[in-house]
């Protein structure tokens, strides 16, 4: 398939996708927002993809939303507007919900929609230069999306000083508020990313990652029995899939096993 307004390759069983609006500092608008879908979409229902890799081309990771798109919005009507609105909702969802692990490498400022990007993703490497943000109530707007999921990742109080502040803050003070995974020298950034793409390809089943990634997402939105009960469902469930069977008679046997 071919894209626009991003760059998409697959090696060793990990889909890279590559922001590449680099004149618009790979700012988000309705045809890139489009395209991820499709790009995410693709590499979800590639056999041969395990793990993804989310960047961005150039000097930012993602500077928001693109200032003619914006522009553009005023002039829409409120059906236009929430149908907009949607289709980043779909993007943020799919990413958090894709039955693969989602890997965000930021090599420069991931600002407001860049921000949003990064907190749906499963782990997050941050050079230390890069600032983060959700700025959106400096210009009048709502962090509306992000906040669904911010609220879910660092809690209710860590998510109201950042997006009622809009303030931003650089990888360390991301990393305290366990917003991202870890910092990362920019020098050493993409061997680092490389290595835990490739360590969990290799050393973890792909269908643990899939029902591990869902069971997280789940049991936040039930009742402790209810979570308990899915939880329980879930290992019975598992003890009986190929993958299970596999590594388990790999390590009774000390056998080394790579998936």
């Known amino acids: 398939m071919a894209y626009s307004f991003l760059l998409y390759t697959v090696a060793e069983r990990i889909a890279t996708i590559s922001l590449n ?3 618009k ?8 927002v ?8 693709q590499a979800g229902h590639d056999e041969q993809v395990k793990v993804i890799i ?4 150039g000097e930012a990771f993602c500077a928001g939303a693109d200032l003619d798109y914006l522009q553009q919005l005023q002039q829409n009507t409120y059906a236009e507007n929430l149908a907009d609105s949607r289709e980043l909702m779909s993007l943020f969802r799919e990413i958090y919900e894709l039955d693969k692990i989602v890997i965000a490498q930021v090599e420069g400022h991931a600002i407001a929609g860049g921000s949003g990007l990064v907190t749906v993703c499963d782990l997050s490497y941050v050079v230390p230069e890069a600032k983060m943000g959700y700025t959106e109530v400096k210009i009048g707007f709502i962090p509306a999306l992000v906040a ?3 609220v879910r990742k660092i809690g ?3 998510a109201k000083e950042l997006l009622l502040t809009g303030k931003l803050i650089s990888a360390a003070e991301a990393a305290a508020a366990n917003l991202i995974t870890a910092v990362v020298p920019a020098g050493e950034i993409q061997e680092y990313v490389a290595k835990v793409a490739m ?3 290799n050393e973890a089943s792909a269908n ?3 029902v591990t990634k869902k069971l997280i997402g789940t049991v936040l939105d039930h009742t402790l029995p209810d979570s308990l009960e899915y939880a329980a469902q879930q290992n019975a469930a598992t003890r009986g899939h190929a993958d299970c069977k596999r590594g388990i008679a790999a390590f009774l046997n000390k056998e080394k096993l790579t998936w």
């Open 148 to 150: 669904v999921f911010l």
């Open 199 to 201: 360590g969990l390809c």
């Open 156 to 158: 209710e109080g860590r």
């Open 34 to 41: 489009a395209e991820l879908r499709q790009a995410f979409a």
């Open 25 to 32: 500092r790979n700012a988000l608008n309705g045809a890139l």
């Open 208 to 210: 643990s990652l899939k």
């Open 54 to 57: 989310l960047k961005g081309e």
């Open 21 to 23: 609006r680099t004149d």
